[in-house]
């Protein structure tokens, strides 16, 4: 029996339990004994891959149409806009700048509100979460000036007793050149945006199941057996065609709650009126997307920090009776079936 160096034994204790990192209290910094290492080994929230095709498809489809791109426009989509009631232009350029994601930033409110329903819509259709922290900056006399909501890495960050701690281990800061900076962060409880993907749509339990099957059934062109009756030079029979149709069938049964269409497959396999009938369905998964994290951002700008006392308003995107009026009417096939797109489409 070969025993491991003894050089690499105590190199990789060092690193286990060595001491030398910040512990951060959102702003005084000290020195703590505990290692950072230990967390990465034993609580780091290992994340599931989703970067087969159907996956990664499905995800884009879902966040990408939620929110008009009003940034490449030359003019505002017909009818859509967004405004703050009650109205404030000093407000609403605060907000703006505020969840403006870019370092050129956006100077108009419908841009910066597009960005981040987008992006955080790309968080809980991949993660099931989405963490942002509020970040302000104030005056001598304690006015809000400015802010920003920082978005968090969802596996980095975890709630113990109540209060919510930002890990940035070692081996991540490396990635980023910033090894010394490997630190555990305090985060106050009322700085926290926590969006749950909507228990309406399923939750997130029930997305990363489906998510992970269709991960699965991207990765798998051919199954093992069949493989292995190549390498036998057997003839089992295998039916590449039937076999690749009961995948795309499969996932068009696991992603039903959601109405995706699976790009252009179900549209060549699906009566007109049942392609349609997903599509408002996919539809209306995005307006409940969409008005949760409308309504969860709304309740941070009113929120203790930040105290706004202003709502973000949508208009001219379809809501939930729209979708509702649109399914009726499909079923009792009263409606032009060409016509849905043009009521239910965000430019």
Known sequence: MTWPNKEKISNYLKRLFAPNFAFLNNVQMRNNGTSINLFERFWYKKGYTYSANDARTFMENMYQGIMP??????????????????????IERMIAQGLNRRSAGFSRLEDSVCEFVRFAAMDLFSNGLALYQIVDKRDDQGNLQSFELESLRSENVIKIFGSYYQFNSPSQAAIYGREEKAQIIKVQKNRIIKMKFPKELGGRRKLYKMLKRLTELSTEVIPEFQMT??????????????????????????????????????????????????????????????????????????????NLNTRIILNGVPNRETIREEINKLRNCGVNLGEIFNRTKLS
């Open 229 to 306: 009756a190549f390498k036998d030079n057997k003839n089992t029979g295998f039916d590449f065609e039937k076999y690749r149709e009961s995948k795309n069938l499969e996932a068009a049964y696991i992603t039903r709650r959601f109405g995706w269409n699976h790009g252009e497959l179900l549209e060549k396999r699906a009566l007109e009126h049942y392609f349609f009938h997903r599509y408002l369905r996919s539809k209306m998964a995005q307006v409940v997307v969409r008005d949760y994290i409308i309504d969860s951002l709304n309740e941070a700008l009113n929120g203790r920090v930040l």
């Open 69 to 90: 791109f009003t940034h490449m426009h030359p003019r505002q989509p017909a009818g859509f806009s967004v405004s703050i009631d009650p109205a404030n232009q000093t």
